[in-house]
């Protein structure tokens, strides 16, 4: 992905620490293709209509204006546009063997379509914490073996689409795997070596919601790739209208474009939404202007920027979603504690677990 980085500075102080660090930053990263230029005469910079100075233009899009970002900082921001065009090739599907679980499974196989796709279907338990190992003393090569028996029954059951609807066309075999362990700990273990992981957001009966929808939560703030949580009843039927939760964050543009390979999207709109949060605030949509350097060359995509007022972030994003029948949710962030902030929020976790669109979470820093 072409990168170009321009500093705007008179050449103070401030200036020059920006600079120094943007080269510290660009030399921690040797393989990201960038053109770097700065621009030190104050009649230039006003025609930038930026609010402070120094400031640091992304792609022409401030990132930094009046502050100076460490070299770490940078470098998180900075890492993503190192991101390769890469066809995904393994999708990871913990399952509980519930209903919500098959339907993760359907999502799975749908998403991977006739694709070389390499999809992994993992239970992980741990004998003495099991919900459903009724005997505590059961020796562990039987229990093992009714665990054995549940893939094996599951994969049979769902490795076809049971909605007429969707069609799914399976190359090869999925891979089933058992682990011992607890559940949230091994699926980002997993993690490390796919590509992107599936997961439904509850699992049967109030006790398995409470465990499994706690993995999800864990797996989305932790995993190491992109994590897809899927609500029990929903079908997948594609992803043509996608809502990308935005905080105007320079490295959106890097993430977009990896959301956009990831999800093998055709024809597609994608609403680029930014909610401005305030309390009391009546939920209110504006169009704005988008000038994202990613929908070059991109004809089949349709961009459409939105500026949502509302009481609360969430709620606009999830209010704006139903409004235009998304069929995705996509959420990045530069900062793992801002999902650790998200899903510990009552509105947040109405959002995660009980809208029928799918949610998929993006690190900038994976």
């Not at 089933?176 to 949230?184: D, M, V, Y």
């Not at 091994?186 to 070596?193: C, D, L, N, T």
């Not at 992107?196 to 797996?219: D, K, P």
């Amino acid at each position: 992905m072409h990168l170009h980085l321009k500093i705007l500075g008179i050449g103070c102080r401030k200036s020059r620490a920006m600079k120094a660090n943007v080269k510290q930053a660009l030399a921690r990263l040797p393989e990201l293709e960038v053109e770097l230029d700065e621009v030190t005469s104050v009649h230039d910079i006003l025609e930038y209509e930026i609010t402070a100075a120094p400031a640091l233009l992304i792609n022409g899009r401030p990132a930094f204006e009046g502050e100076i970002p460490d070299v770490e900082e940078l470098v998180r921001i900075l890492k993503p546009y190192m991101h390769k065009r890469n066809p995904m090739k393994k999708i990871l599907v913990p399952t509980d063997f519930s209903d919500v679980a098959a339907n993760a499974y359907h999502f799975a196989q749908t998403l991977a379509g006739e694709e070389p796709i390499e999809v992994k279907v993992m239970h992980a338990y741990h004998p003495s914490f099991d919900y459903s190992n009724p005997y505590l003393d059961m020796p562990a090569a039987e229990f093992e073996a009714v665990k054995r028996e549940l893939m094996k029954n599951f994969i049979a059951e769902h490795t076809q689409a049971t909605d007429e609807r969707v069609t799914v066309v399976t190359v090869a075999k999925p891979i089933t795997e058992l682990r011992i362990g607890f559940a949230s700990e091994e699926v980002v273990r997993q993690s490390k070596e796919m590509d992107l992981i599936v997961m439904g957001t509850t699992g049967q009966g109030n006790l398995v919601e409470r465990v499994f929808g706690s993995v999800s939560t864990y797996v989305a703030r932790h995993a190491l790739c992109p994590v897809l949580l899927i609500p029990g009843d929903c079908q997948c039927k594609g992803f043509k209208e996608i809502v990308f939760a935005s905080n105007y964050n320079a490295a959106d543009e890097a993430m977009l474009q990896q959301l956009i390979e990831m999800a093998g999207i055709g024809p597609a709109n994608i609403h680029f939404v930014h909610v401005e949060a305030e309390a009391g605030k009546p939920y209110s949509v504006a169009k704005v202007e988008f000038e994202q350097a990613v929908r070059e060359n991109m004809p089949d995509i349709g961009f459409n920027a939105v500026q949502i007022k509302c009481s609360d972030v969430e709620e606009g994003v999830v209010k704006y979603a139903e409004d235009i029948g998304a069929d995705l949710i996509a959420m990045g962030t530069l900062h793992r504690s801002f999902l650790e902030n998200l899903f510990h929020r009552s509105i947040t976790k109405q959002m995660a677990f009980h809208t029928t669109v799918p949610l998929l979470i993006l690190h900038y820093d994976q």
